[in-house]
């Protein structure tokens, strides 16, 4: 009843910038946090940043902070993951998740849908 559907993916060189976007369509229910998690190849999905439903309380993974924002448009239903300088260990498939209350969380367990995941590919 509700879809998440990632953009913003793509091959980048190293010390670049991407703009992810995920777009919440269907049954939706306010307040919802939301979050982005990423999976590299031959490892586990791994929290990223989240954000709670007023956009004022953030959370980031050490290996990102300093160098991703997590944003959203609530009027658009749409979270956004602004990534600069990025590294070659950032490529991963990132996915966007959404959990019907209101506070940020980091955890995979805590959200309720999921989308299908964008590519990202960062170049030495």
């Known amino acids: 009843q509700v879809q998440l559907v990632e953009s913003g993916g793509g091959l980048v060189q190293a010390g670049g910038s991407l703009r992810?976007?995920?777009?919440?369509?269907?049954?939706?229910?306010?307040?919802?946090?939301?979050?982005?998690?990423?999976?590299?190849?031959?490892?586990?999905?791994e929290f990223v940043a989240t954000v709670n439903w007023g956009g004022s309380i953030t959370y980031y993974t050490d290996s990102v902070k300093g160098r991703f924002t997590i944003s959203r448009d609530n009027a658009k239903n749409t979270v956004y993951l602004q990534m600069n300088s990025l590294k070659p260990e950032d490529t991963a498939v990132y996915y966007c998740a959404a959990r019907f209350t209101a506070t940020a969380a980091t955890t995979r367990g805590a959200y309720d849908y999921w989308g299908q995941g964008t590519q990202v590919t960062v170049s030495s």
């Open 20 to 45: 992810l976007s995920c777009a919440a369509s269907g049954r939706t229910f306010s307040p919802y946090a939301m979050g982005w998690f990423r999976q590299a190849p031959g490892k586990e999905r």
